[in-house]
């Protein structure tokens, strides 16, 4: 079945403990991005690859840090959490990128809370 | 700064209404714009416009883009209650790898 996934669906963690969300795709898709989700601003872009070693800012990218080494698997990493990136993560992937009109499809999400 | 505004922020109607959630968008370099409909979990695809004037159309939904006025409008026509979620609005750009969203519009369809 075609489809993205994150790990993990959910995380509580301290302010400071370096973590790792991982995201991988089985559609060989060449773009892959990161969202954050928060109540009334709707879902922001924190980092986006168009293919294997590209990766370019998005429009939140403080705090967060992004690899693209295979294809199929685009980590979002933060280095030192803090606590306003609570908040609901989406990776998503698309066969090209937005330039190219291809639509992204979306994991499920991880709900991240940094106290 | 490129944007995309949604409006309204939230709706309440019940079964069987027909509802118009609009889109307006500011982007340099315009080269598409995306509906989805996201419920409990992960946002999932309904339309992609690329061309002013042309209706795209699933079932009861449809939607259009108006490049002259810069906006697009999604209908839901006979509304049910299936059809509560969040519907949010994207702008892809022709010369980066950005995927501007809106805010969303949060429906809310009563039996």
């Known amino acids: 079945e075609a489809q993205v996934t994150q790990n993990p669906r959910y995380l509580i963690t301290v302010t400071g403990k370096k973590l790792t969300v991982t995201c991988s795709q089985n559609m060989n898709h060449e773009y892959m991005s990161w969202y954050r989700q928060d109540p009334g601003l709707g879902l922001r872009q924190i980092y986006y690859s168009m293919n294997v070693e590209v990766t370019d800012k998005g429009d939140v990218p403080e705090g967060y840090k992004v690899s693209r080494k295979e294809k199929r698997n685009f980590p979002l990493i933060l280095e030192s959490p803090s606590p306003n990136q609570t908040s609901l993560y989406f990776c998503a992937s698309s066969f090209r990128g937005p330039q190219y009109n291809s639509p992204l499809h979306f994991g499920n999400g991880t709900r991240l809370t940094v106290t | 700064e490129d944007k995309v505004v949604q409006s309204p922020l939230s709706l309440v109607v019940h079964e069987g209404d027909t509802v118009t959630l609009n889109c307006s968008y500011e982007?340099?370099?315009?080269?598409?714009l995306l509906w989805y409909k996201q419920e409990k979990k992960a946002p999932t695809f309904l339309f992609m416009l690329t061309s002013s004037g042309i209706e795209k159309k699933s079932g009861r939904l449809s939607s259009i883009l108006d490049k002259k006025e810069l906006f697009s409008i999604l209908n839901i026509t006979a509304t049910q209650t299936g059809d509560s979620a969040i519907y949010l609005c994207a702008i892809g750009s022709s010369n980066t790898g950005k995927l501007i969203f809106g805010q969303g519009t949060t429906l809310q369809v009563k039996p």
């Open positions: 982007v340099t370099n315009f080269r598409s």
